[in-house]
């Protein structure tokens, strides 16, 4: 079907030659072959979709998001007529456009569902671009985790995230369900998981009252408990198991399998709460990190376990059920005789064979009952059953990954340093997200064993539909794209202006989202008797506001309406805010008066190109004491970056002289996890210093022409991310290269 489609788009673009073809939709994600041809089909007001029998009218729901007021039939003859094909493969689709219809070849499904989701993306003022589109998925999983223990999400809400994955293309929704904030499924079995575990005061809960003060400190509603949550139960909600099979089957008519998981045995707070007696100790606390676990001494752990998957696998119908298994405090297993018991008793070495004991045996339950089981990387550790898939979680820890793939396990990669969506969207995430490369890094060899990728939100703190669908989105696209595209179609620059279009859908259907970046302007600014500042804003119809009196804008705050001109010392904040009144970030800018800093003369007049680096192996939170550690080795590096041999603890120092073509002023910055600064001529332009994620930071100098001293400084305990440039008087960004430095 794929070189027939390519036969008649050849014929076609030579029967329109003198005719201008059509521009390329902005897709998300990219598909795999995309031949634009002349001109439109004009949709009926009413489009007949003709399916091959009748287990394609379940496709309805999804393909009246782009024709609202089709008409699903089963036969032969449509507007829109969907061709079972048995030589494509699983998600593999053809969409062909003439001027006169449409026709879908697919050999599945799913690949109805997806060639939907990209003819959606074609439609506009009811007229479809010819095209012959042949696309089929990177992966087979393309994965999107919600956790609801923190946070309750209604079915509604739920359903709302499963649309826009089926979108996306995304194929797997992974149902976090159980943790020690909430217990949100029914289980008919043991009533009290839900009666209690369902609710909480959240007057006097900790990610709760944090959620309320960053909303009166930030004033940001989405932070704001939904109050249709609070009940006289307390703050929470569960799912029925009625309700559970409505959102299941709601997943199946989007090509979607909803993947549950019941965390155990840590992270079962409420399961101790409801029945302490499953406990070490019959307590429901908090550790020395986490929960008390679970007790696998203790026999009516295996009852109870049993009890409750029993009745998930009812609920689910497909192969994968996830088991959690993660950040388990084992120390209290040490104290307790029920376990020390357990272990004396198998052989077991320690308590870490403990809990691979407990996995193994819930393992060979969910092998009864014809389910596979899915666990975090933890459960590499004590040899996990070879068919249990291991969902890498840790990225500072490639060495449970490779452990895993080595051990023959299949492997979701879920790497925290790019797929965890939770954390603030600070600049340039996107581009990191979409950078990205699930099997780069020494995962090449085993690139059979991995089933896919999978982005994950937590949501300690996303207390709110909106506050979850502002860390979301856009970066979830950028994870579609590299889960359904590959990687040599990927271009940022293209990606991003897409991006930018997708987004703007989202007003009209009252989403929120990640408002991109407004620029112009540094975290530390100088000027040289003064400075026009010009807010570049990404919409012309966002309201931009500001203050210049230390305090964070809000709603009444002044509006930002053209250039503004600073002639003295002061800090302005600025914040963009979306037609519906939704805030963005929260920027902060210094502007400092300054005089060109001379350049220098150094000592030694026989330079070389580079930058010293020295290695240090440093296990502090600072920069300026990492000469405090061991020396390691110094190396010779074009830019500022981790040296490929620098590994583990990391305390890197830079130093020689940076080349200033010209007089200027120049911003400097440095992304990092973790701390980072940059100092010229000994003057800190750049602090990005202290112990946190991935922030990007930035500041300027007034320099003349010539050469400047540079010292630049990072640390990471697990080999993070370190990145550095600069932007030049005319604007130009760029990383730092060759010919930029001597030493």
């Known amino acids: 079907m794929k070189i027939f489609c390519r036969i008649l788009m050849l014929l076609s673009v030579l029967a329109f030659s003198s005719c201008a073809r059509t521009d390329m939709p902005a897709f998300i994600p990219m598909p795999e072959h995309v031949d634009m041809g002349a001109g439109f089909y004009a949709l009926p007001s009413d489009p007949v979709v003709a399916c091959p029998d009748s287990s394609y009218l379940t496709l309805g729901d999804f393909a009246e998001t782009c024709l609202p007021s089709m008409e699903l039939a089963v036969s032969d003859d449509g507007d829109i007529v969907i061709l079972p094909d048995q030589g494509l493969k699983e998600g593999e689709y053809v969409l062909d456009v003439k001027k006169n219809r449409i026709r879908i070849s697919t050999g599945s499904y799913a690949g109805a569902v997806y060639a939907f989701a990209t003819l959606g993306q074609m439609i506009s003022d009811g007229m479809v671009p010819v095209s012959c589109i042949s696309d089929s998925p990177r992966f087979g999983w393309r994965g999107f985790m919600l956790d609801v223990s923190r946070h309750f999400f209604s079915v509604e809400e739920v359903k709302t995230i499963l649309l826009k994955m089926a979108q996306y293309k995304f194929n797997r929704f992974h149902w976090h369900l159980t943790d020690d904030q909430g217990w949100r499924i029914e289980i008919k079995a043991y009533p009290q998981l839900t009666a209690q575990g369902a609710w909480r005061d959240h007057e006097n809960h900790g990610h709760d009252v944090k959620c309320a003060d960053i909303a009166r400190s930030t004033d940001n509603p989405s932070f704001i408990l939904d109050p249709s949550k609070i009940t006289d139960k307390g703050y929470g909600g569960f799912?029925?198991?009625?309700?559970?099979?409505?959102?299941?089957?709601?997943?199946?008519?989007l090509g979607i399998e909803v993947i549950p998981?019941?965390?155990?045995?840590?992270?079962?707070?409420?399961?101790?709460e409801a029945f302490p007696e499953l406990s070490c100790g019959g307590v429901a606390k908090w550790g020395n990190h986490f929960s008390v676990p679970l007790c696998p001494?203790?026999?009516?752990?295996l009852t109870f376990a049993k009890n409750v998957y029993r009745e998930v696998f009812e609920l689910f119908p497909y192969q994968y059920v996830h088991i959690g298994a993660d950040e388990v405090e084992q120390v209290h297993w040490k104290n307790c005789p029920k376990c020390q018991a357990r272990v004396r008793n198998l052989g077991l070495k320690d308590e870490t064979a403990l809990q691979a004991w407990f996995v193994s045996e819930m393992h060979d339950f969910f092998s009864e009952n014809?389910?596979?089981m899915i666990g975090w990387d933890e459960i590499v550790s004590g040899d996990a059953p070879e068919d249990a898939v291991v969902m890498w979680w840790r990225g500072w820890r490639p060495d449970t990954r490779d452990v895993a793939a080595e051990a023959g396990h299949d492997l979701i990669i879920s790497s925290s340093e790019y797929l965890y969506l939770a954390g603030d969207q600070n600049r340039n995430s996107l581009a990191k997200v979409y950078g990205w490369d699930p099997v780069m890094d020494g995962l090449e060899t085993h690139q059979d064993k991995v089933l896919g990728i999978q982005a994950h939100l937590w949501t300690e703190l996303c207390p709110s539909f909106a506050n979850a669908c502002g860390r979301i989105f856009p970066r979830l696209f950028a994870v579609c794209e590299t889960a359904w595209s590959r990687p040599e179609q990927k271009d940022f620059k293209d990606f991003e202006s897409r991006v930018m279009k997708h987004i703007r859908d989202f007003d009209a259907q009252g989403l929120n989202y990640r408002i991109p970046d407004i620029s112009g302007f540094c975290d530390e600014n100088v000027f040289i008797d003064s400075v026009v500042v010009e807010v570049e804003k990404p919409f012309d119809d966002l309201v931009v506001r500001y203050?210049?009196?230390g305090s964070v804008p809000r709603s009444d705050s002044p509006v930002y309406e053209g250039p503004l001109t600073v002639r003295e010392e002061c800090v302005l904040h600025f914040r963009s805010y979306t037609s519906e009144g939704m805030p963005g970030d929260i920027y902060r800018a210094r502007y400092s008066p300054a005089e060109y800093i001379e350049a220098v003369k150094p000592a030694d007049d026989f330079l070389e190109p580079g930058l010293k680096a020295d290695w240090y192996e440093y296990r502090g939170e600072a920069c300026d004491s990492i000469e405090t550690a061991a020396f390691n080795a110094s190396y010779v590096t074009e830019g500022i970056y981790i040296p490929e041999e620098v590994k583990g603890n990391i305390g890197l120092v830079f130093t020689g002289y940076v080349n200033i073509p010209e007089d200027g002023i120049y911003s400097f910055y440095t992304y990092s996890d973790d701390g980072s600064y940059i100092k010229i001529d000994g003057r800190m332009v750049v602090d990005n210093d202290g112990p946190h994620s991935r922030v990007e930071r930035s500041g300027q100098a007034a320099l003349e022409k010539g050469l400047h001293s540079i010292e630049a400084r990072y640390f990471d305990h697990s080999g993070g991310i370190l990145e550095a440039g600069w932007i030049m008087p005319d604007g130009e960004r760029r990383r730092f290269s060759a010919g930029d430095f001597l030493h």
């Open 239 to 253: 799912y029925t198991q009625e309700e559970i099979h409505e959102i299941v089957a709601f997943a199946a008519s």
């Open 261 to 272: 998981e019941i965390d155990m045995p840590g992270h079962s707070l409420k399961v101790v």
């Open 297 to 301: 001494g203790n026999d009516d752990l």
């Open 370 to 372: 014809g389910k596979v």
């Open 547 to 549: 203050t210049s009196d």
